[in-house]
């Protein structure tokens, strides 16, 4: 019985990969003897959440299971999505949020093939995303070319602008990425007469993190 706790040890250890992803998970046992975390600080960006916790004293634990949930879905439950192999260490940071969203998270510390039981339920929404393009016009330039035109977005952040079209009321597809903060328009040399054309803009972040969409501009040839 021992041997195969310690064999789902070692193979946790070497399933597990930094600090703030988990590519395999351990199957463990309850152990209500173990601390529980409580106390749990957490700093909400677009795109993350950090957390701090008080170091742990109990020399028994090996570090810190991290577990996530969306508040409206009570069915899902909570899903380990990492873990700190280092009681010592008191941060982690969740990457894999969208802007905007709410999300409850769990915490519990683990031992040797043991864990303990689930500490308070965190509640935690991230910022919203960035501020639309404010204005976007599209113009005839020839019979077969459009330019679209948009005011550049004023946050720093922003480095590139997806252009989105629809045709006649179709569906949106991407067209093309416009990169530059400054950038500000986009020549579109496919289309045809006797069909109506709508376009609108998404800026997007260094970090990948995109704008609200713009409005939409509409032009018929």
């Not at 789902?8 to 152990?31: H, N, P, R, T």
């Not at 260490?89 to 683990?110: G, I, K, L, R």
């Not at 020549?187 to 376009?199: A, K």
Request: with cysteine; net charge positive.
């Amino acid at each position: 019985m021992k041997k195969s706790t310690l064999l789902l040890w070692v193979l946790g250890l070497l399933a597990f990969s930094g600090c703030g992803s988990v590519q395999g998970l351990m199957i463990y046992e309850k152990d209500a003897s173990l601390n529980t975390i409580t106390q749990v600080k957490a700093l909400p960006t677009m795109n993350t959440v950090g957390f701090e916790w008080q170091k742990i004293e109990d020399s028994r634990v090996r570090g810190v299971n991290i577990y996530r949930g969306v508040p409206q879905n009570k069915e899902q439950g909570f899903k380990q999505i990492g873990s700190v192999n280092n009681r010592y260490a008191t941060h982690f940071v969740d990457t894999q949020v969208s802007p905007d969203t709410e999300y409850v998270y769990t915490f519990t510390t683990f031992s040797l093939g043991k864990e303990s039981e689930h500490g308070k339920v965190l509640h935690v929404k991230t910022r919203p995303t960035f501020n639309a393009v404010s204005f976007v016009q599209a113009y005839k330039v020839a019979s077969d070319a459009v330019k679209v035109l948009w005011r550049p977005h004023t946050d720093p952040r922003i480095n590139a602008y997806i252009i989105q079209r629809a045709v006649d009321g179709g569906e949106w597809q991407y067209v093309s990425l416009a990169k530059g903060q400054l950038m500000a328009e986009y020549i579109d040399i496919f289309v045809r007469n006797n069909h109506t054309y709508q376009y609108r803009i998404i800026a997007k972040s260094y970090d990948g993190i995109e704008a609200r969409t713009s409005q939409i501009t509409s032009i018929s040839l």
